[in-house]
């Protein structure tokens, strides 16, 4: 028997009540005299406070990615879910977390700051993971795995296979990172939430959606999972202008996926025009909106573009992308001007 929730959580959080805030209390009921948050009744509408719990924008959400709003947590970026996770299940100094190597940043970023174990476990030469690695690196203390599919920075997906055999196998919380699901071939995983109660999935505005100004992570998982992360949330976590403009973007989700249309044709001519030039060692598959690019001297690549004006990320001090960029799928005017500028560095020579 795997461990449930309730015995995953720390034991502090499990007990504690949830700050009660002005607008929990009333709902349900038809108000339109609002004297309950201390709120002044001028500069309509930036004077009220936001809907804590987001309901109109999961509503349109949970249509949109077929899971029932009480299965989605909204946050201030994926950000705020990376660390609540730890918040609420790892207990500092005794408890530890697994991950694969490289990977997103920010979840050793937590991990140190939460002052938990972060364990790394280092991809093959294609990138890719085994359960069974990731497995053997736990022990009882291990409450969390972190996948990211695609994987950032190096763009591809990670094998289904074993995804499925992790969260089958692994007796703890399995979070898989999708920021970039929609630039794949594969659908992921949120289809498969109820079939593994100790998945949580995250998803992002801040890529496909062209909305990372607005700040906003989605966070997928059965609703215990989802009510421990609203019951130790900030109250009001997402502010009413991200609230509305997101929900104005869920009425144009044709335009997300015209983004990502041309985005993936833009990746397709990108790539083509990348493993021309002379600099290029290796253009790695990608099904996410980035190239990882291993060229002769990343360093002095990355200080070349630099001075064109043009900034790319250099990979090259994380694990496996010594000497890689990772370079973003931009407009086709940005692209050209990117492999214009890498045409000339090999002339320059
Ligand atoms: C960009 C990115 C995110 C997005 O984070 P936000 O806080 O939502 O902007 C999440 N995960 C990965 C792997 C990313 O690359």
Known sequence: MKRTVEQLVRPNILRMKPYSSARDE????????????????????????????????????????????????????????????????????????????????????????ND??????????????TAHAMMEMADEHTKLMFLCSPNNPTGNTLARTEIEALLLGFDGLVVLDEAYIDFASETGFLPELEKYPNLIVLQTFSKAWGC????????????????????????????????????????RLYEKERWVDTLKAERGWLGDALRCLPCVQEVYPTEANFFLVKVADAP?????????????????????????LRITVGTHGENEQLIGALQKYEADE
């Open 116 to 129: 938990v174990e972060y364990r790394k476990v280092l991809l093959d030469g294609h990138f890719q993971f």
């Open 300 to 324: 002095a690549i990355y200080h070349y573009l630099v001075k064109c004006g043009i900034i790319v990320r250099s990979r090259h001090t994380v694990a496996l992308c010594g000497n890689c």
């Open 26 to 113: 009333y709902s349900g009921h038809e108000a339109s005299v609002f004297l309950d948050a201390n709120e002044n009744p001028y500069n309509v509408p930036n004077n009220r406070y936001p809907d804590p719990m987001q309901r109109e924008l999961k509503a349109a959400l949970g249509r949109i990615k077929q899971v029932p709003p009480e299965c989605i947590f909204l946050g201030n970026g994926s950000d705020e879910a990376i660390d609540l996770v730890y918040r609420a299940f790892c207990e500092p100094r005794v408890d530890n977390v697994v991950a694969i190597d490289p990977t997103y940043g920010m979840y050793q970023v937590c991990a140190e700051v």
């Open 212 to 251: 990372a100004a607005l700040r906003l992570g989605m966070a997928f998982a059965s609703s215990d999972i989802v009510d421990i992360f609203n019951k130790i949330k900030y109250p009001y976590n997402v502010n009413m202008l991200t609230q509305r403009q997101a929900l104005e973007m869920t009425y």
